[in-house]
C-alpha cells in the first residue's frame, strides 16, 4: 500500500480489548470516519491472540484504505504484512525493523520529550517521529511531557509529525499549528460516546493548516 504522504490527520490506536468482534466493530466505526491511520497495540492480549487481532484488523484496513502498522512488535508485522510499525525506545533497533519489513514500510519512532532521539530515529531510516505526552494521558499518566517547540524545531528533519498523550478536539489546534501532521488517540476516540463524531471532529482541527506543511518534506513513499 502506497498511503498518501505526508499524512494528516487522525492517527487511532487501538485500546486494550480482548474481545475481537468488539475491537472489530469499534474499529470499523473509526475507520468509516475517516482515520488516517491505525495502529494496533493491545497490552492485555497474550502472543496468540494479538496475532489473530493483527490479521483480522489488517483486512478491516484493506477494506478502508487505511495502513495499519503494529506497536512494538515489528515481527508480527512483518509475519502479518502489515504497512509498518512503531517502536518506543525499548522496542529494538529501527535499522533491523528496516531491513525486516522493507523500505516501504511506514516505521515510526517515539522521541517523547527528547529532541536527540528524533534526530537518531531520522538518521536511522525513520518515517516519523513522534513527540508526547503534551497533556495528562489516561493511557500513561506518567508519560513524559512534551512541549508544542518540539514539534516546530523538530521541522527541519523533513519527517512527519505526530503528537499523543491527552490530546481533545479541544486542544489539538495548538499542536497542528506547530506541525503536527497526525494527532494520535486511544481513548479520545474509542472511549467517546460517538466515536464517529469523535474521529471527525479531530479531523476538524487540520481545516486551517495546509494540506502539504512547508516543513515537512513530500515524497511520495515512506
Known amino acids: 500500500m502506497n498511503p498518501p504522504w505526508p499524512p494528516r490527520g487522525l492517527y487511532a490506536i487501538t485500546p486494550d480489548e480482548t474481545d ?13 470516519a475517516g482515520a488516517t491511520w491505525l495502529q494496533y497495540r493491545n497490552k492485555a492480549a497474550d502472543g496468540a491472540l494479538r496475532a489473530t487481532q493483527a490479521r483480522e484488523l489488517l483486512a478491516l484496513c484493506r477494506r478502508h484504505g487505511v495502513p495499519l502498522l503494529v506497536n512494538d512488535d515489528w515481527r508480527l508485522a512483518a509475519a502479518i504484512g502489515a504497512d509498518g510499525a512503531h517502536l518506543g525506545e525499548d522496542d529494538g533497533e529501527l535499522a533491523a525493523a528496516r531491513a525486516a519489513l522493507g523500505e516501504a514500510a511506514i516505521i515510526g519512532a517515539s522521541c ?52 499523543i498523550g491527552g490530546i481533545t478536539p479541544d486542544n489539538a489546534r495548538p ?40 516543513s515537512t518534506t513530500d515524497i511520495s513513499t515512506p
Open 112 to 163: 517523547y520529550d527528547d529532541p536527540e532521539l528524533a534526530r537518531l530515529a531520522a538518521a536511522s531510516g525513520a518515517s516519523y517521529i513522534a513527540f508526547g505526552a503534551f497533556f495528562t494521558s489516561p493511557t500513561k499518566p506518567n508519560a513524559r511531557r512534551a512541549t508544542p517547540e518540539l514539534l516546530r524545531d523538530s521541522a527541519p528533519l523533513g519527517l512527519p509529525r505526530v503528537a
Open 175 to 214: 499542536l497542528v499549528e506547530a506541525g503536527a501532521d497526525l494527532l494520535a488517540v486511544i481513548s479520545g476516540v474509542f472511549d467517546a460516546t460517538d466515536p464517529a463524531a469523535a474521529a471527525r471532529a479531530y479531523l476538524d482541527c487540520f481545516d486551517a493548516r495546509p494540506a502539504h506543511s512547508p
Open 20 to 32: 475481537t468482534d468488539r475491537l472489530l466493530a469499534r474499529v470499523e466505526v473509526i475507520l468509516a
